[in-house]
């Protein structure tokens, strides 16, 4: 892809507006539980400081649905920008505005404002030319940087990038780009995909597509009960997408004609519900009880998912084997993760589940790399094109 690195544009006492994913978690309170989005943004930022642009940062905040919500403000990233840069980042209250803009002018080279959350208004969304010819007075230049924001067509992702003639991405989204496309485009052989999750309907278009390039695919969480129904299993309580059984029988022959290793679950942890862990036990996939659902994998899985993670050069996880969050139901999760840990292969981790679940193994610094994208991560899975990314191209 044809895009500029921000190291390849003209900063110097330029008005670089720069689109983040601050998207953190708050507390009651208003204090950010985890700032590991804003951390990932520090070295784009320093690096645009130390060759004295004027920086007007920006990013959206939960789902305000075009309301201005007080509890969904940018004012706590701000706060925490501040002490973690050791420099005053001054809060804007709105992003757009003949104020906003006064602000954005008087800006001296090296100085750093954060607009309030884009998405209190309510055109962003809709990628609205007039909200993004707004923003657009605020920039000289145009600097990318929220990957997990990529597969959205909005006005601070991709409508103010078709009016800004220098952009490009920042160091965050030139690493998320440069290591799926190692992992999914130019992976070392075999290439092994991990999916998991509840619903095979949430994962359709990433099986057909990546059917096309994995060696082995190995089927866990929820999702592996349709695929068992599909194969004629007796699966008790388990959740099943009834109406993705046909579809799931589709994606089995697809991956046989493509010679692709589709493994699913031999053995897994049932109990009668989510909330019964006591009761848990493992069970064969032709033994489950017709008062039992199936909850995680079983030993026999993780041995047998272990051996072709072992045999990886490259792996792709995306989705828990169960509900790891209750501690009957979280052992397949963190035998998975500790597999991809001890693997020598180069791996990728995406989805926030995945994510805390590498955490919760405590292995996700012996990850090759973990994406921060959610949906954008899902998205170049599939094999499309992010219209965040597509706006960037030169």
Known sequence: MAVKSITQLDLYNKRVLFRFDFNVPLDAEGVIKDDTRIQRALPTIQYAIDKGARLVLCSHLGRPKGEKKPELSLMPVAKKLSELLGREVKFLNDCVGPDVEAAVDALKSGEVVLLENVRFHPEETKNEPGFSAQLGRLADVYVNDAFGTAHRSHCSTVG????????????????????????????????????????VSDKISVLQNILEKMDAVLIGGGMANTFLKAMGKEIGLSLVESDMIDTAQEIMNLARERKCGFFLPEDVVVASGIDAGQEARVASIDEIHANEMALDIGPVTVKKFSLEIEKAGTIVWNGPMGVFEKEAFKKGTMEIALAIANSKAFSVIGGGDSVRAAKQAGVSDKVSYISTGGGAFMEFMEGKILPGVAALES
């Open 160 to 199: 103010i990038a078709e009016l800004v003639s220098q952009k490009g991405a920042g160091f965050l989204m030139k690493e998320e780009l440069e290591n799926l496309q190692k992992a999914l485009l130019d992976p070392k052989k075999p290439l092994v995909g991990i999916i998991g999750g509840a619903k």
